[in-house]
């Protein structure tokens, strides 16, 4: 028996975590843009507190006197009373009663959602579909619970060098890419919309193509993920619409949603899945033995915001009105501060994040030759130089989105950075006052 029994063990992480464990995009540029005091339009959350009514909710879900009775477990499923207001609210989206008590469950923050439902369908080898550029986290989920991730990238189309690039023409889905990654072992198909990080809205047609794909393939499962689905700057051309609308779909879709990014408080972490029981059920069936339930102050207070944020607010007809058109005039300040440096915004249709061509301007070398620990290779990637780059010498960070693509298709970020306008006006303004300063002078 060794004398330390404690030094035979081995601290080696499990092999399921393998390359899991490494440091990431976001333990590179955060420490990096604090090191040298940039404004960091990096990681998408908000710098601003949610509105007044969601703080009066969580202070009424804790308060004894209150009469919420939302300071223990809430049932694992969901919290009845957030439970009862989903439901409501997907029965007239979906044009279907949903069911409360089997068609609905919270989880913490649509990032625990997404887990439990991996981990409830997925066995060893099965595949899971992605599109690219694709949040680093579904490929990390994926290979958690045993999966294989399968990827499609969107294919960048030029538009009229005189026209704004808008996000929905400029990112496309071969619907022939899709169906051929498509095999036996395709267990899943996550699909984004709005989409992170392009801010591309998947219309009713293109959503229709899926569908018909998804068709000659009934294994498949879709998860919808759509948690910004309430930030949308045009209703009329470019509406937010949940695939399991579309016809045929619902019973095979599993929808994914969140507060996080519609209420600006992304610290609370409510998520919810909604759809048929037998798909529900699989979030449901990993919930109970990982986390059991969301907090229940949480939902309770999330159960109030629901109910009020479509009450007239600020001048607008509903408080989702009015975030996204907070969201609509914070994009028309990023746009005109990245075009203000020689860049061109790829307009996003939704979210929070700005794709940007960075094609006009050249990254100095000795940017290139750099290693780090989150990207040793050589050469560094362009889009993570240029982020370095704009962190180091003109105070600004970005995300390089070569980190949301598999390793064969990086080169499609090369000219391409994401900066994210879910910030402050005075963060964007000084921004911009940043680009102008160092790009005249230069």
């Known amino acids: 028996m060794p004398k330390n029994p404690i030094a035979a063990f081995s601290y080696q992480v499990a092999n399921r975590l393998n390359g899991l464990d490494k440091p990431t995009v ?180 293109e959503m229709e193509k899926i569908a018909e794909v998804m068709k000659r393939h009934p294994q498949v499962v879709i998860i919808a993920d759509e948690v910004y689905e309430h930030i949308v700057f045009d209703e009329e051309t470019s509406p937010h619409i949940s695939f399991a609308t579309i016809d045929g779909m619902f019973d095979r879709t599993l929808t994914l949603s969140s507060s996080g990014k519609t209420f600006s408080n992304t610290g ?55 975030v996204a058109a907070e969201y609509k005039r914070k994009r028309g300040l990023l746009c005109d501060a990245l075009r203000s440096a020689g860049m061109e915004p790829i307009v996003p249709d939704g979210g929070f994040f700005i794709m940007t061509d960075t094609s006009s301007i050249d990254v100095p070398t000795e940017f290139l030759e750099e290693k780090t620990v989150a990207m040793p290779t050589d050469p560094m990637p362009r889009d993570w130089a240029m982020s370095r780059y704009f962190t180091k010498e003109v105070g600004v960070t970005a995300i390089p989105p070569s980190a949301f693509y598999d390793t064969p298709n990086v080169p499609l970020a090369k000219n391409l950075l994401r900066f994210a306008y879910c910030k402050g006006d005075d963060t964007i303004i000084e921004a911009g006052k940043r680009f102008q300063k160092y790009f005249n002078k230069n």
């Open 26 to 205: 976001w333990h590179e540029f955060s420490p990096l843009s604090h090191e040298f005091g940039s404004v960091n339009l990096g990681q998408g959350f908000p710098d601003w507190n949610p509105p007044a009514f969601a703080i009066e909710a969580m202070n009424k879900a804790v308060e004894p006197t209150s009469g919420r009775n939302a300071n223990q477990y809430a049932r694992s499923y969901a919290h009845m009373p957030l439970a009862q207001v989903l439901a409501n609210d997907y029965s007239e989206r979906f044009d279907r009663v949903i069911d409360p008590l089997t068609q609905v469950a919270t989880a913490v923050g649509c990032t625990n959602a997404l887990y439990c439902a991996l981990q409830g369908m997925i066995n060893d080898g099965d595949e899971v579909l992605l599109l690219e550029p694709a949040f680093d986290v579904y490929i990390a989920q994926t290979k958690m619970a045993g999966g294989k991730c399968k990827f499609i990238p969107l294919r960048s189309k030029s538009s009229d060098n005189n026209s704004e690039k808008s996000a929905n023409e400029f990112f496309n889905l071969d619907m022939d890419e899709l169906e051929n990654a498509i095999t036996d072992k395709t267990k899943a198909f996550i699909l984004n919309t709005p989409h992170n990080p392009t801010g591309k809205m998947f219309t009713k047609e």
């Open 268 to 322: 609370w972490k409510i998520g919810w899945a909604i759809g048929p029981p037998e798909l529900v059920h699989l979030v449901t069936a990993a919930q109970q033995w990982i986390n059991f339930s969301a907090p229940t102050p949480n939902q309770d207070a999330i159960a109030q915001c629901l109910v009020k944020a479509k009450e007239p607010y600020e001048g607008y007809d509903s408080y989702y009105k009015w």
